[in-house]
């Protein structure tokens, strides 16, 4: 544990540098003027509600698909860098084990992207707040659906989305690995994320999917403050979350063993 901890803080350091930390309030202010700008079209009946859950759970949707999506093509070329340029054997070289290595360099880029996310959900949050209010969605004066409510339901939607990002970066990550080079590595990343959106066609390989149900819990939060939808975000969840920890665990199970058995040192 403490080889992986002192693995984890160096991996941690090298990604937390004072200019990537400018990308916490980029986020936030992306996502925020992202879901301001949806109040317009809500105001003119265009679609979607006038209310700040909408808001907020349409921003949440855009930030989560954007750091899904540059998650893993940034795992892929970072961990291809690492294996380009020798990187990965100089700090191979250090007491700790292959396996704890990749463990720790990906979860040093999952926790990275997951501020990212958080801070971009925060933005479009308050920008909700601001536009409309956080209040409850109601049709006359019959409550469809509180604000504490959609608040929690959001949260949970959230929570679950971030183990999907996750997943993306562990994809990410394995192919970077894999391949060893950078270009090849951000190449497949683009083509699995796109073989992932064609099976999702299929009803039966849909279900099994991370992309699936990154944005499912988002979907129904958006649908509630709406007052259209008939699952909530904690109903589709437990599938959600089975279906990440499936797939990082076969992420995990492929990689440290192609890891130990890699090359490492051409």
Not at 31 to 59: D, I, K, N
Not at 238 to 250: D, H, Y
Request: proline share 4%; glycine share 12%; aromatic share 8%.
């Amino acid at each position: 544990m403490r080889r992986f901890l002192r693995a984890f803080s160096a991996e941690w350091r090298r990604l937390a540098t004072p200019r990537s930390l400018w990308l916490l309030p980029l986020a936030a202010l992306a996502a925020g003027a992202y879901a301001y700008s949806l109040g317009a079209a809500a105001e003119r009946g265009l679609f979607g509600a006038p209310t700040g859950f909408y808001l907020a759970s349409s921003g949440a949707t855009g930030a989560a698909l954007t750091c899904a999506a540059v998650g893993a093509l940034l795992a892929a070329s970072l961990l291809g860098t690492d294996f380009a340029t020798g990187v990965a054997r100089t700090a191979l070289c250090r007491p700790v084990g292959r396996g704890t290595w990749l463990l720790a360099r990906l979860l040093a880029l999952t926790g990275g992207l997951l501020l990212v996310f958080l801070t971009a959900c925060f933005g479009a949050l308050l920008a909700g707040q601001l536009r409309f209010g956080l209040g409850a969605v109601t049709e006359g004066s019959y409550v469809l659906a509180s604000g504490g409510m959609l608040l929690a339901q959001l949260s949970a939607a959230v929570l679950t989305c971030m183990l999907g990002e996750a997943v993306a970066v562990a994809a990410g990550g394995v192919l970077g690995m894999l391949w060893g080079r950078p270009g090849p590595a951000v190449a497949s990343a683009a083509l699995l994320g796109a073989a992932f959106l064609a099976l999702a066609r299929w009803p039966a390989l849909a279900a099994l999917l991370p992309t699936t149900h990154l944005t499912a819990g988002l979907d129904r939060v958006t649908q509630l403050s709406q007052g259209l939808a008939t699952l909530y975000a904690t109903d589709v969840a437990p599938r959600a979350l089975l279906v990440f920890i499936g797939w990082l665990a076969l992420l995990l199970a492929l990689g440290i063993p192609l890891l130990q058995r890699k090359d490492i040192t051409s």
